[in-house]
């Protein structure tokens, strides 16, 4: 008998970052313009790919340890929206979909207390 596979997103299905990584979540891309008008699929996956601002969901058990590299302490913590280049991190998808990403410690630009209105210029 065939096994069916597991299609549900569950906390065994997120990856638990290692090192000096942090698990860090997308935001959802809205499918419409202010306007209302629709979005296409190129330009709603180009968002996606490009997004800026996400939320840091996981720290690995080094990230922020070095005090040499980080001597005022961690940039950002569990919790926080933060600001990265666009096109940072590893790119992975969980059952189709890229709903996270892992990147450096030292990839955090900036903390970010409201994330609505950032976008790429």
Known sequence: MKEKKNTELTADSVPTPTGYHLLVALPDVKDTYESGIVKSDIVMKNEEISTMV???????PD???????????????????ILIRAYS??????FGRELFRLINDDSVEAVVVDPTGYSRI
């Open 54 to 60: 996400v939320r840091v969901v996981d720290m690995g």
């Open 89 to 94: 991190g590893t790119r992975f998808k969980i």
């Open 63 to 81: 990230a922020y340890q070095d005090e040499t590299k980080f001597p005022s302490g961690p940039y950002c913590e569990v919790g926080d929206h």
